[in-house]
């Protein structure tokens, strides 16, 4: 089950640290991709990045960062200064300029 | 910004039967729309999708629907076996900026009841 993968599974945040999420593609995507998941609320775009070492702000970037330093790599990280961080973050890529989503597992994150 | 809303949030059926999940959008420069299918526990999966210059598109039991100017496009399963139990997510997409822009639904989730 190649494509995308996400590490950890499961992670757990204290107050005030920061926490990385990492997400690695062996899919040669040019577009990759980080929402978020809420119960009820769908997923929700917090960052994108069409090429290596671009990306920009999706919906609800505020207490999150990104890098792309490589192409198969985009990992997020979360910030102290994101208030409610418990959700499940999907990560997923594309062809550049196509339009179907490869995703990733997901990483559950909750807060200590 | 584009606005998609997704009903209903639950939606059991007998096995055999059929089930209907209906979307609406705001933004009248999407183009595409997609339905990613969600298992317990796994990655969203693309299960069929529609460009703006269809009316309806059909793959096996599944069929989508796509109204312009209503702004309205709904997802069809005939004949539901337990196995097509998840969650769905509708979505509409445009290009943005040179990037496709993807907003999603609140999602609608399917139990089969054997």
């Known amino acids: 089950d190649g494509g995308i993968t996400q590490s950890p599974k499961y992670l757990f945040r204290k107050e005030g640290q920061n926490v990385t999420l990492s997400c690695e593609q062996n899919?040669?995507?040019?577009?990759m991709y980080w929402y978020r998941q809420d119960p009820g609320q769908g997923l929700r775009l917090i960052y994108y990045s069409q090429i290596v070492n671009d990306f920009q702000k999706g919906d609800i970037a505020e207490g999150y960062s990104v890098s792309r330093e490589k192409k198969e790599s985009f990992p997020l990280t979360v910030t102290s200064a994101q208030k409610n961080p418990t959700a499940f973050y999907l990560c997923?890529?594309?062809?550049?300029?196509?339009?179907?989503?490869?995703f990733g597992s997901g990483t559950q994150l909750s807060v200590l | 910004g584009e606005n998609v809303e997704q009903h209903p949030s639950t939606l059991s059926v007998q096995e055999g039967d059929s089930a209907v999940i209906k979307c609406t959008y705001s933004?009248?420069?999407?183009?595409?729309f997609p339905w990613y299918k969600q298992e317990l526990g796994k990655r969203p999966q693309l299960i069929i999708d529609i460009r703006s210059n269809v009316g309806e598109k059909k793959d096996q039991r599944i069929a989508v629907t796509l109204n312009k100017t209503a702004k309205h496009f709904s997802l069809h399963i005939t004949e539901t076996q337990p196995e097509d139990s998840a969650v769905y997510f509708c979505a509409a997409s445009k290009k943005s900026g040179g990037y496709q822009k993807v907003t999603f639904g609140t999602g609608t989730k399917l139990q089969v009841i054997p």
């Open positions: 899919l040669n995507h040019d577009a």
């Open positions: 933004d009248s420069a999407s183009n595409y």
């Open positions: 997923a890529s594309s062809l550049d300029r196509k339009e179907k989503l490869f």
